[in-house]
């Protein structure tokens, strides 16, 4: 497995504002990727952070909303812009590492909330 | 969308008993993971089982797939309070969808000491 970081852990925002959330991997990894838990619910993939290049959002997903950076292989950072309380919600990172077997896995996740 | 259906949505079992959690899903996959979350943090990963296996263990843990039914289960033998989690699976459709994880619901799981 790899040591995945996020930072901030949590924080309490005010609405219009943004926040950006750091993700750091200690291994190599192959792919990158940023999924939202709302409150009491599943994950859903946001999109796929591309090494260098714009990253690829899934539907419902934009990138002015939540610009997505990965400006080397072991580092991204997902934006959330312009914030409303629907924007409440766990941000979590996930990897697959170099050479793994298509295990992904997951950052501790931050908690976001908008008031 | 969410592609995993499981079930039950909630589960309470006494310590030492066996956990059976099930997982449906819609469309062909190359891959499906099992993931436990405690308390909203972040996601451990449990087992990933291919589509060309039908059963893998892991400690207490048993995953088995069925492609045919597009089903999955997770059992959890000999079950212990430190068990009491969410588990979810996820599944990877492969080929363009690479690495791409559809989660379901997921199942909250307590155990009573």
């Known amino acids: 497995s790899a040591v995945i970081s996020q930072k901030p852990s949590r924080d309490i925002c005010q609405r219009g504002t943004s926040l950006t959330i750091q993700c750091q991997v200690d291994?190599?990894?192959?792919?990158m990727f940023w999924y939202r838990q709302q409150p009491g619910q599943s994950l859903t993939l946001i999109a796929t952070?591309?090494?260098?290049?714009?990253?690829?959002?899934e539907s419902g997903f934009v990138i002015d909303k939540f610009p997505i950076s990965r400006p080397n292989l072991t580092f991204s950072t997902l934006t959330v812009s312009n914030m409303s309380p629907e924007d409440s919600s766990i941000y979590l990172c996930?990897?697959?590492?170099?050479?793994?077997?298509?295990?992904?896995?997951f950052g501790p996740g931050t908690r976001l909330t908008v008031l | 969308s969410q592609q995993g259906e499981e079930d039950p949505q909630a589960l309470s079992i006494q310590e030492g008993e066996n956990a059976t959690m099930n997982c449906s899903y819609k469309?062909?996959?190359?891959?499906l993971q099992w993931y436990r979350q405690n308390s909203g943090r972040g996601l451990v990963h449990l087992i990933l089982?291919?589509?060309?296996?039908r059963e893998k263990h892991s400690g207490r843990l048993r995953v088995t797939l069925d492609t045919s039914k597009k089903s999955s289960s997770l059992l959890i033998t000999a079950s212990r309070a430190a068990d009491t989690a969410s588990y979810f699976c996820?599944?990877?459709?492969?080929?363009?969808?690479?690495?791409?994880?559809?989660f379901g619901q997921g199942t909250i799981l307590t155990v009573h000491p």
């Open positions: 996930s990897v697959v590492l170099a050479g793994g077997r298509s295990q992904q896995f």
């Open positions: 291994s190599q990894v192959t792919m």
């Open positions: 952070a591309n090494q260098g290049s714009e990253a690829t959002y």
């Open positions: 469309t062909s996959i190359n891959n």
């Open positions: 089982i291919r589509s060309n296996e």
């Open positions: 996820a599944t990877n459709a492969g080929g363009t969808s690479y690495g791409k994880l559809t």
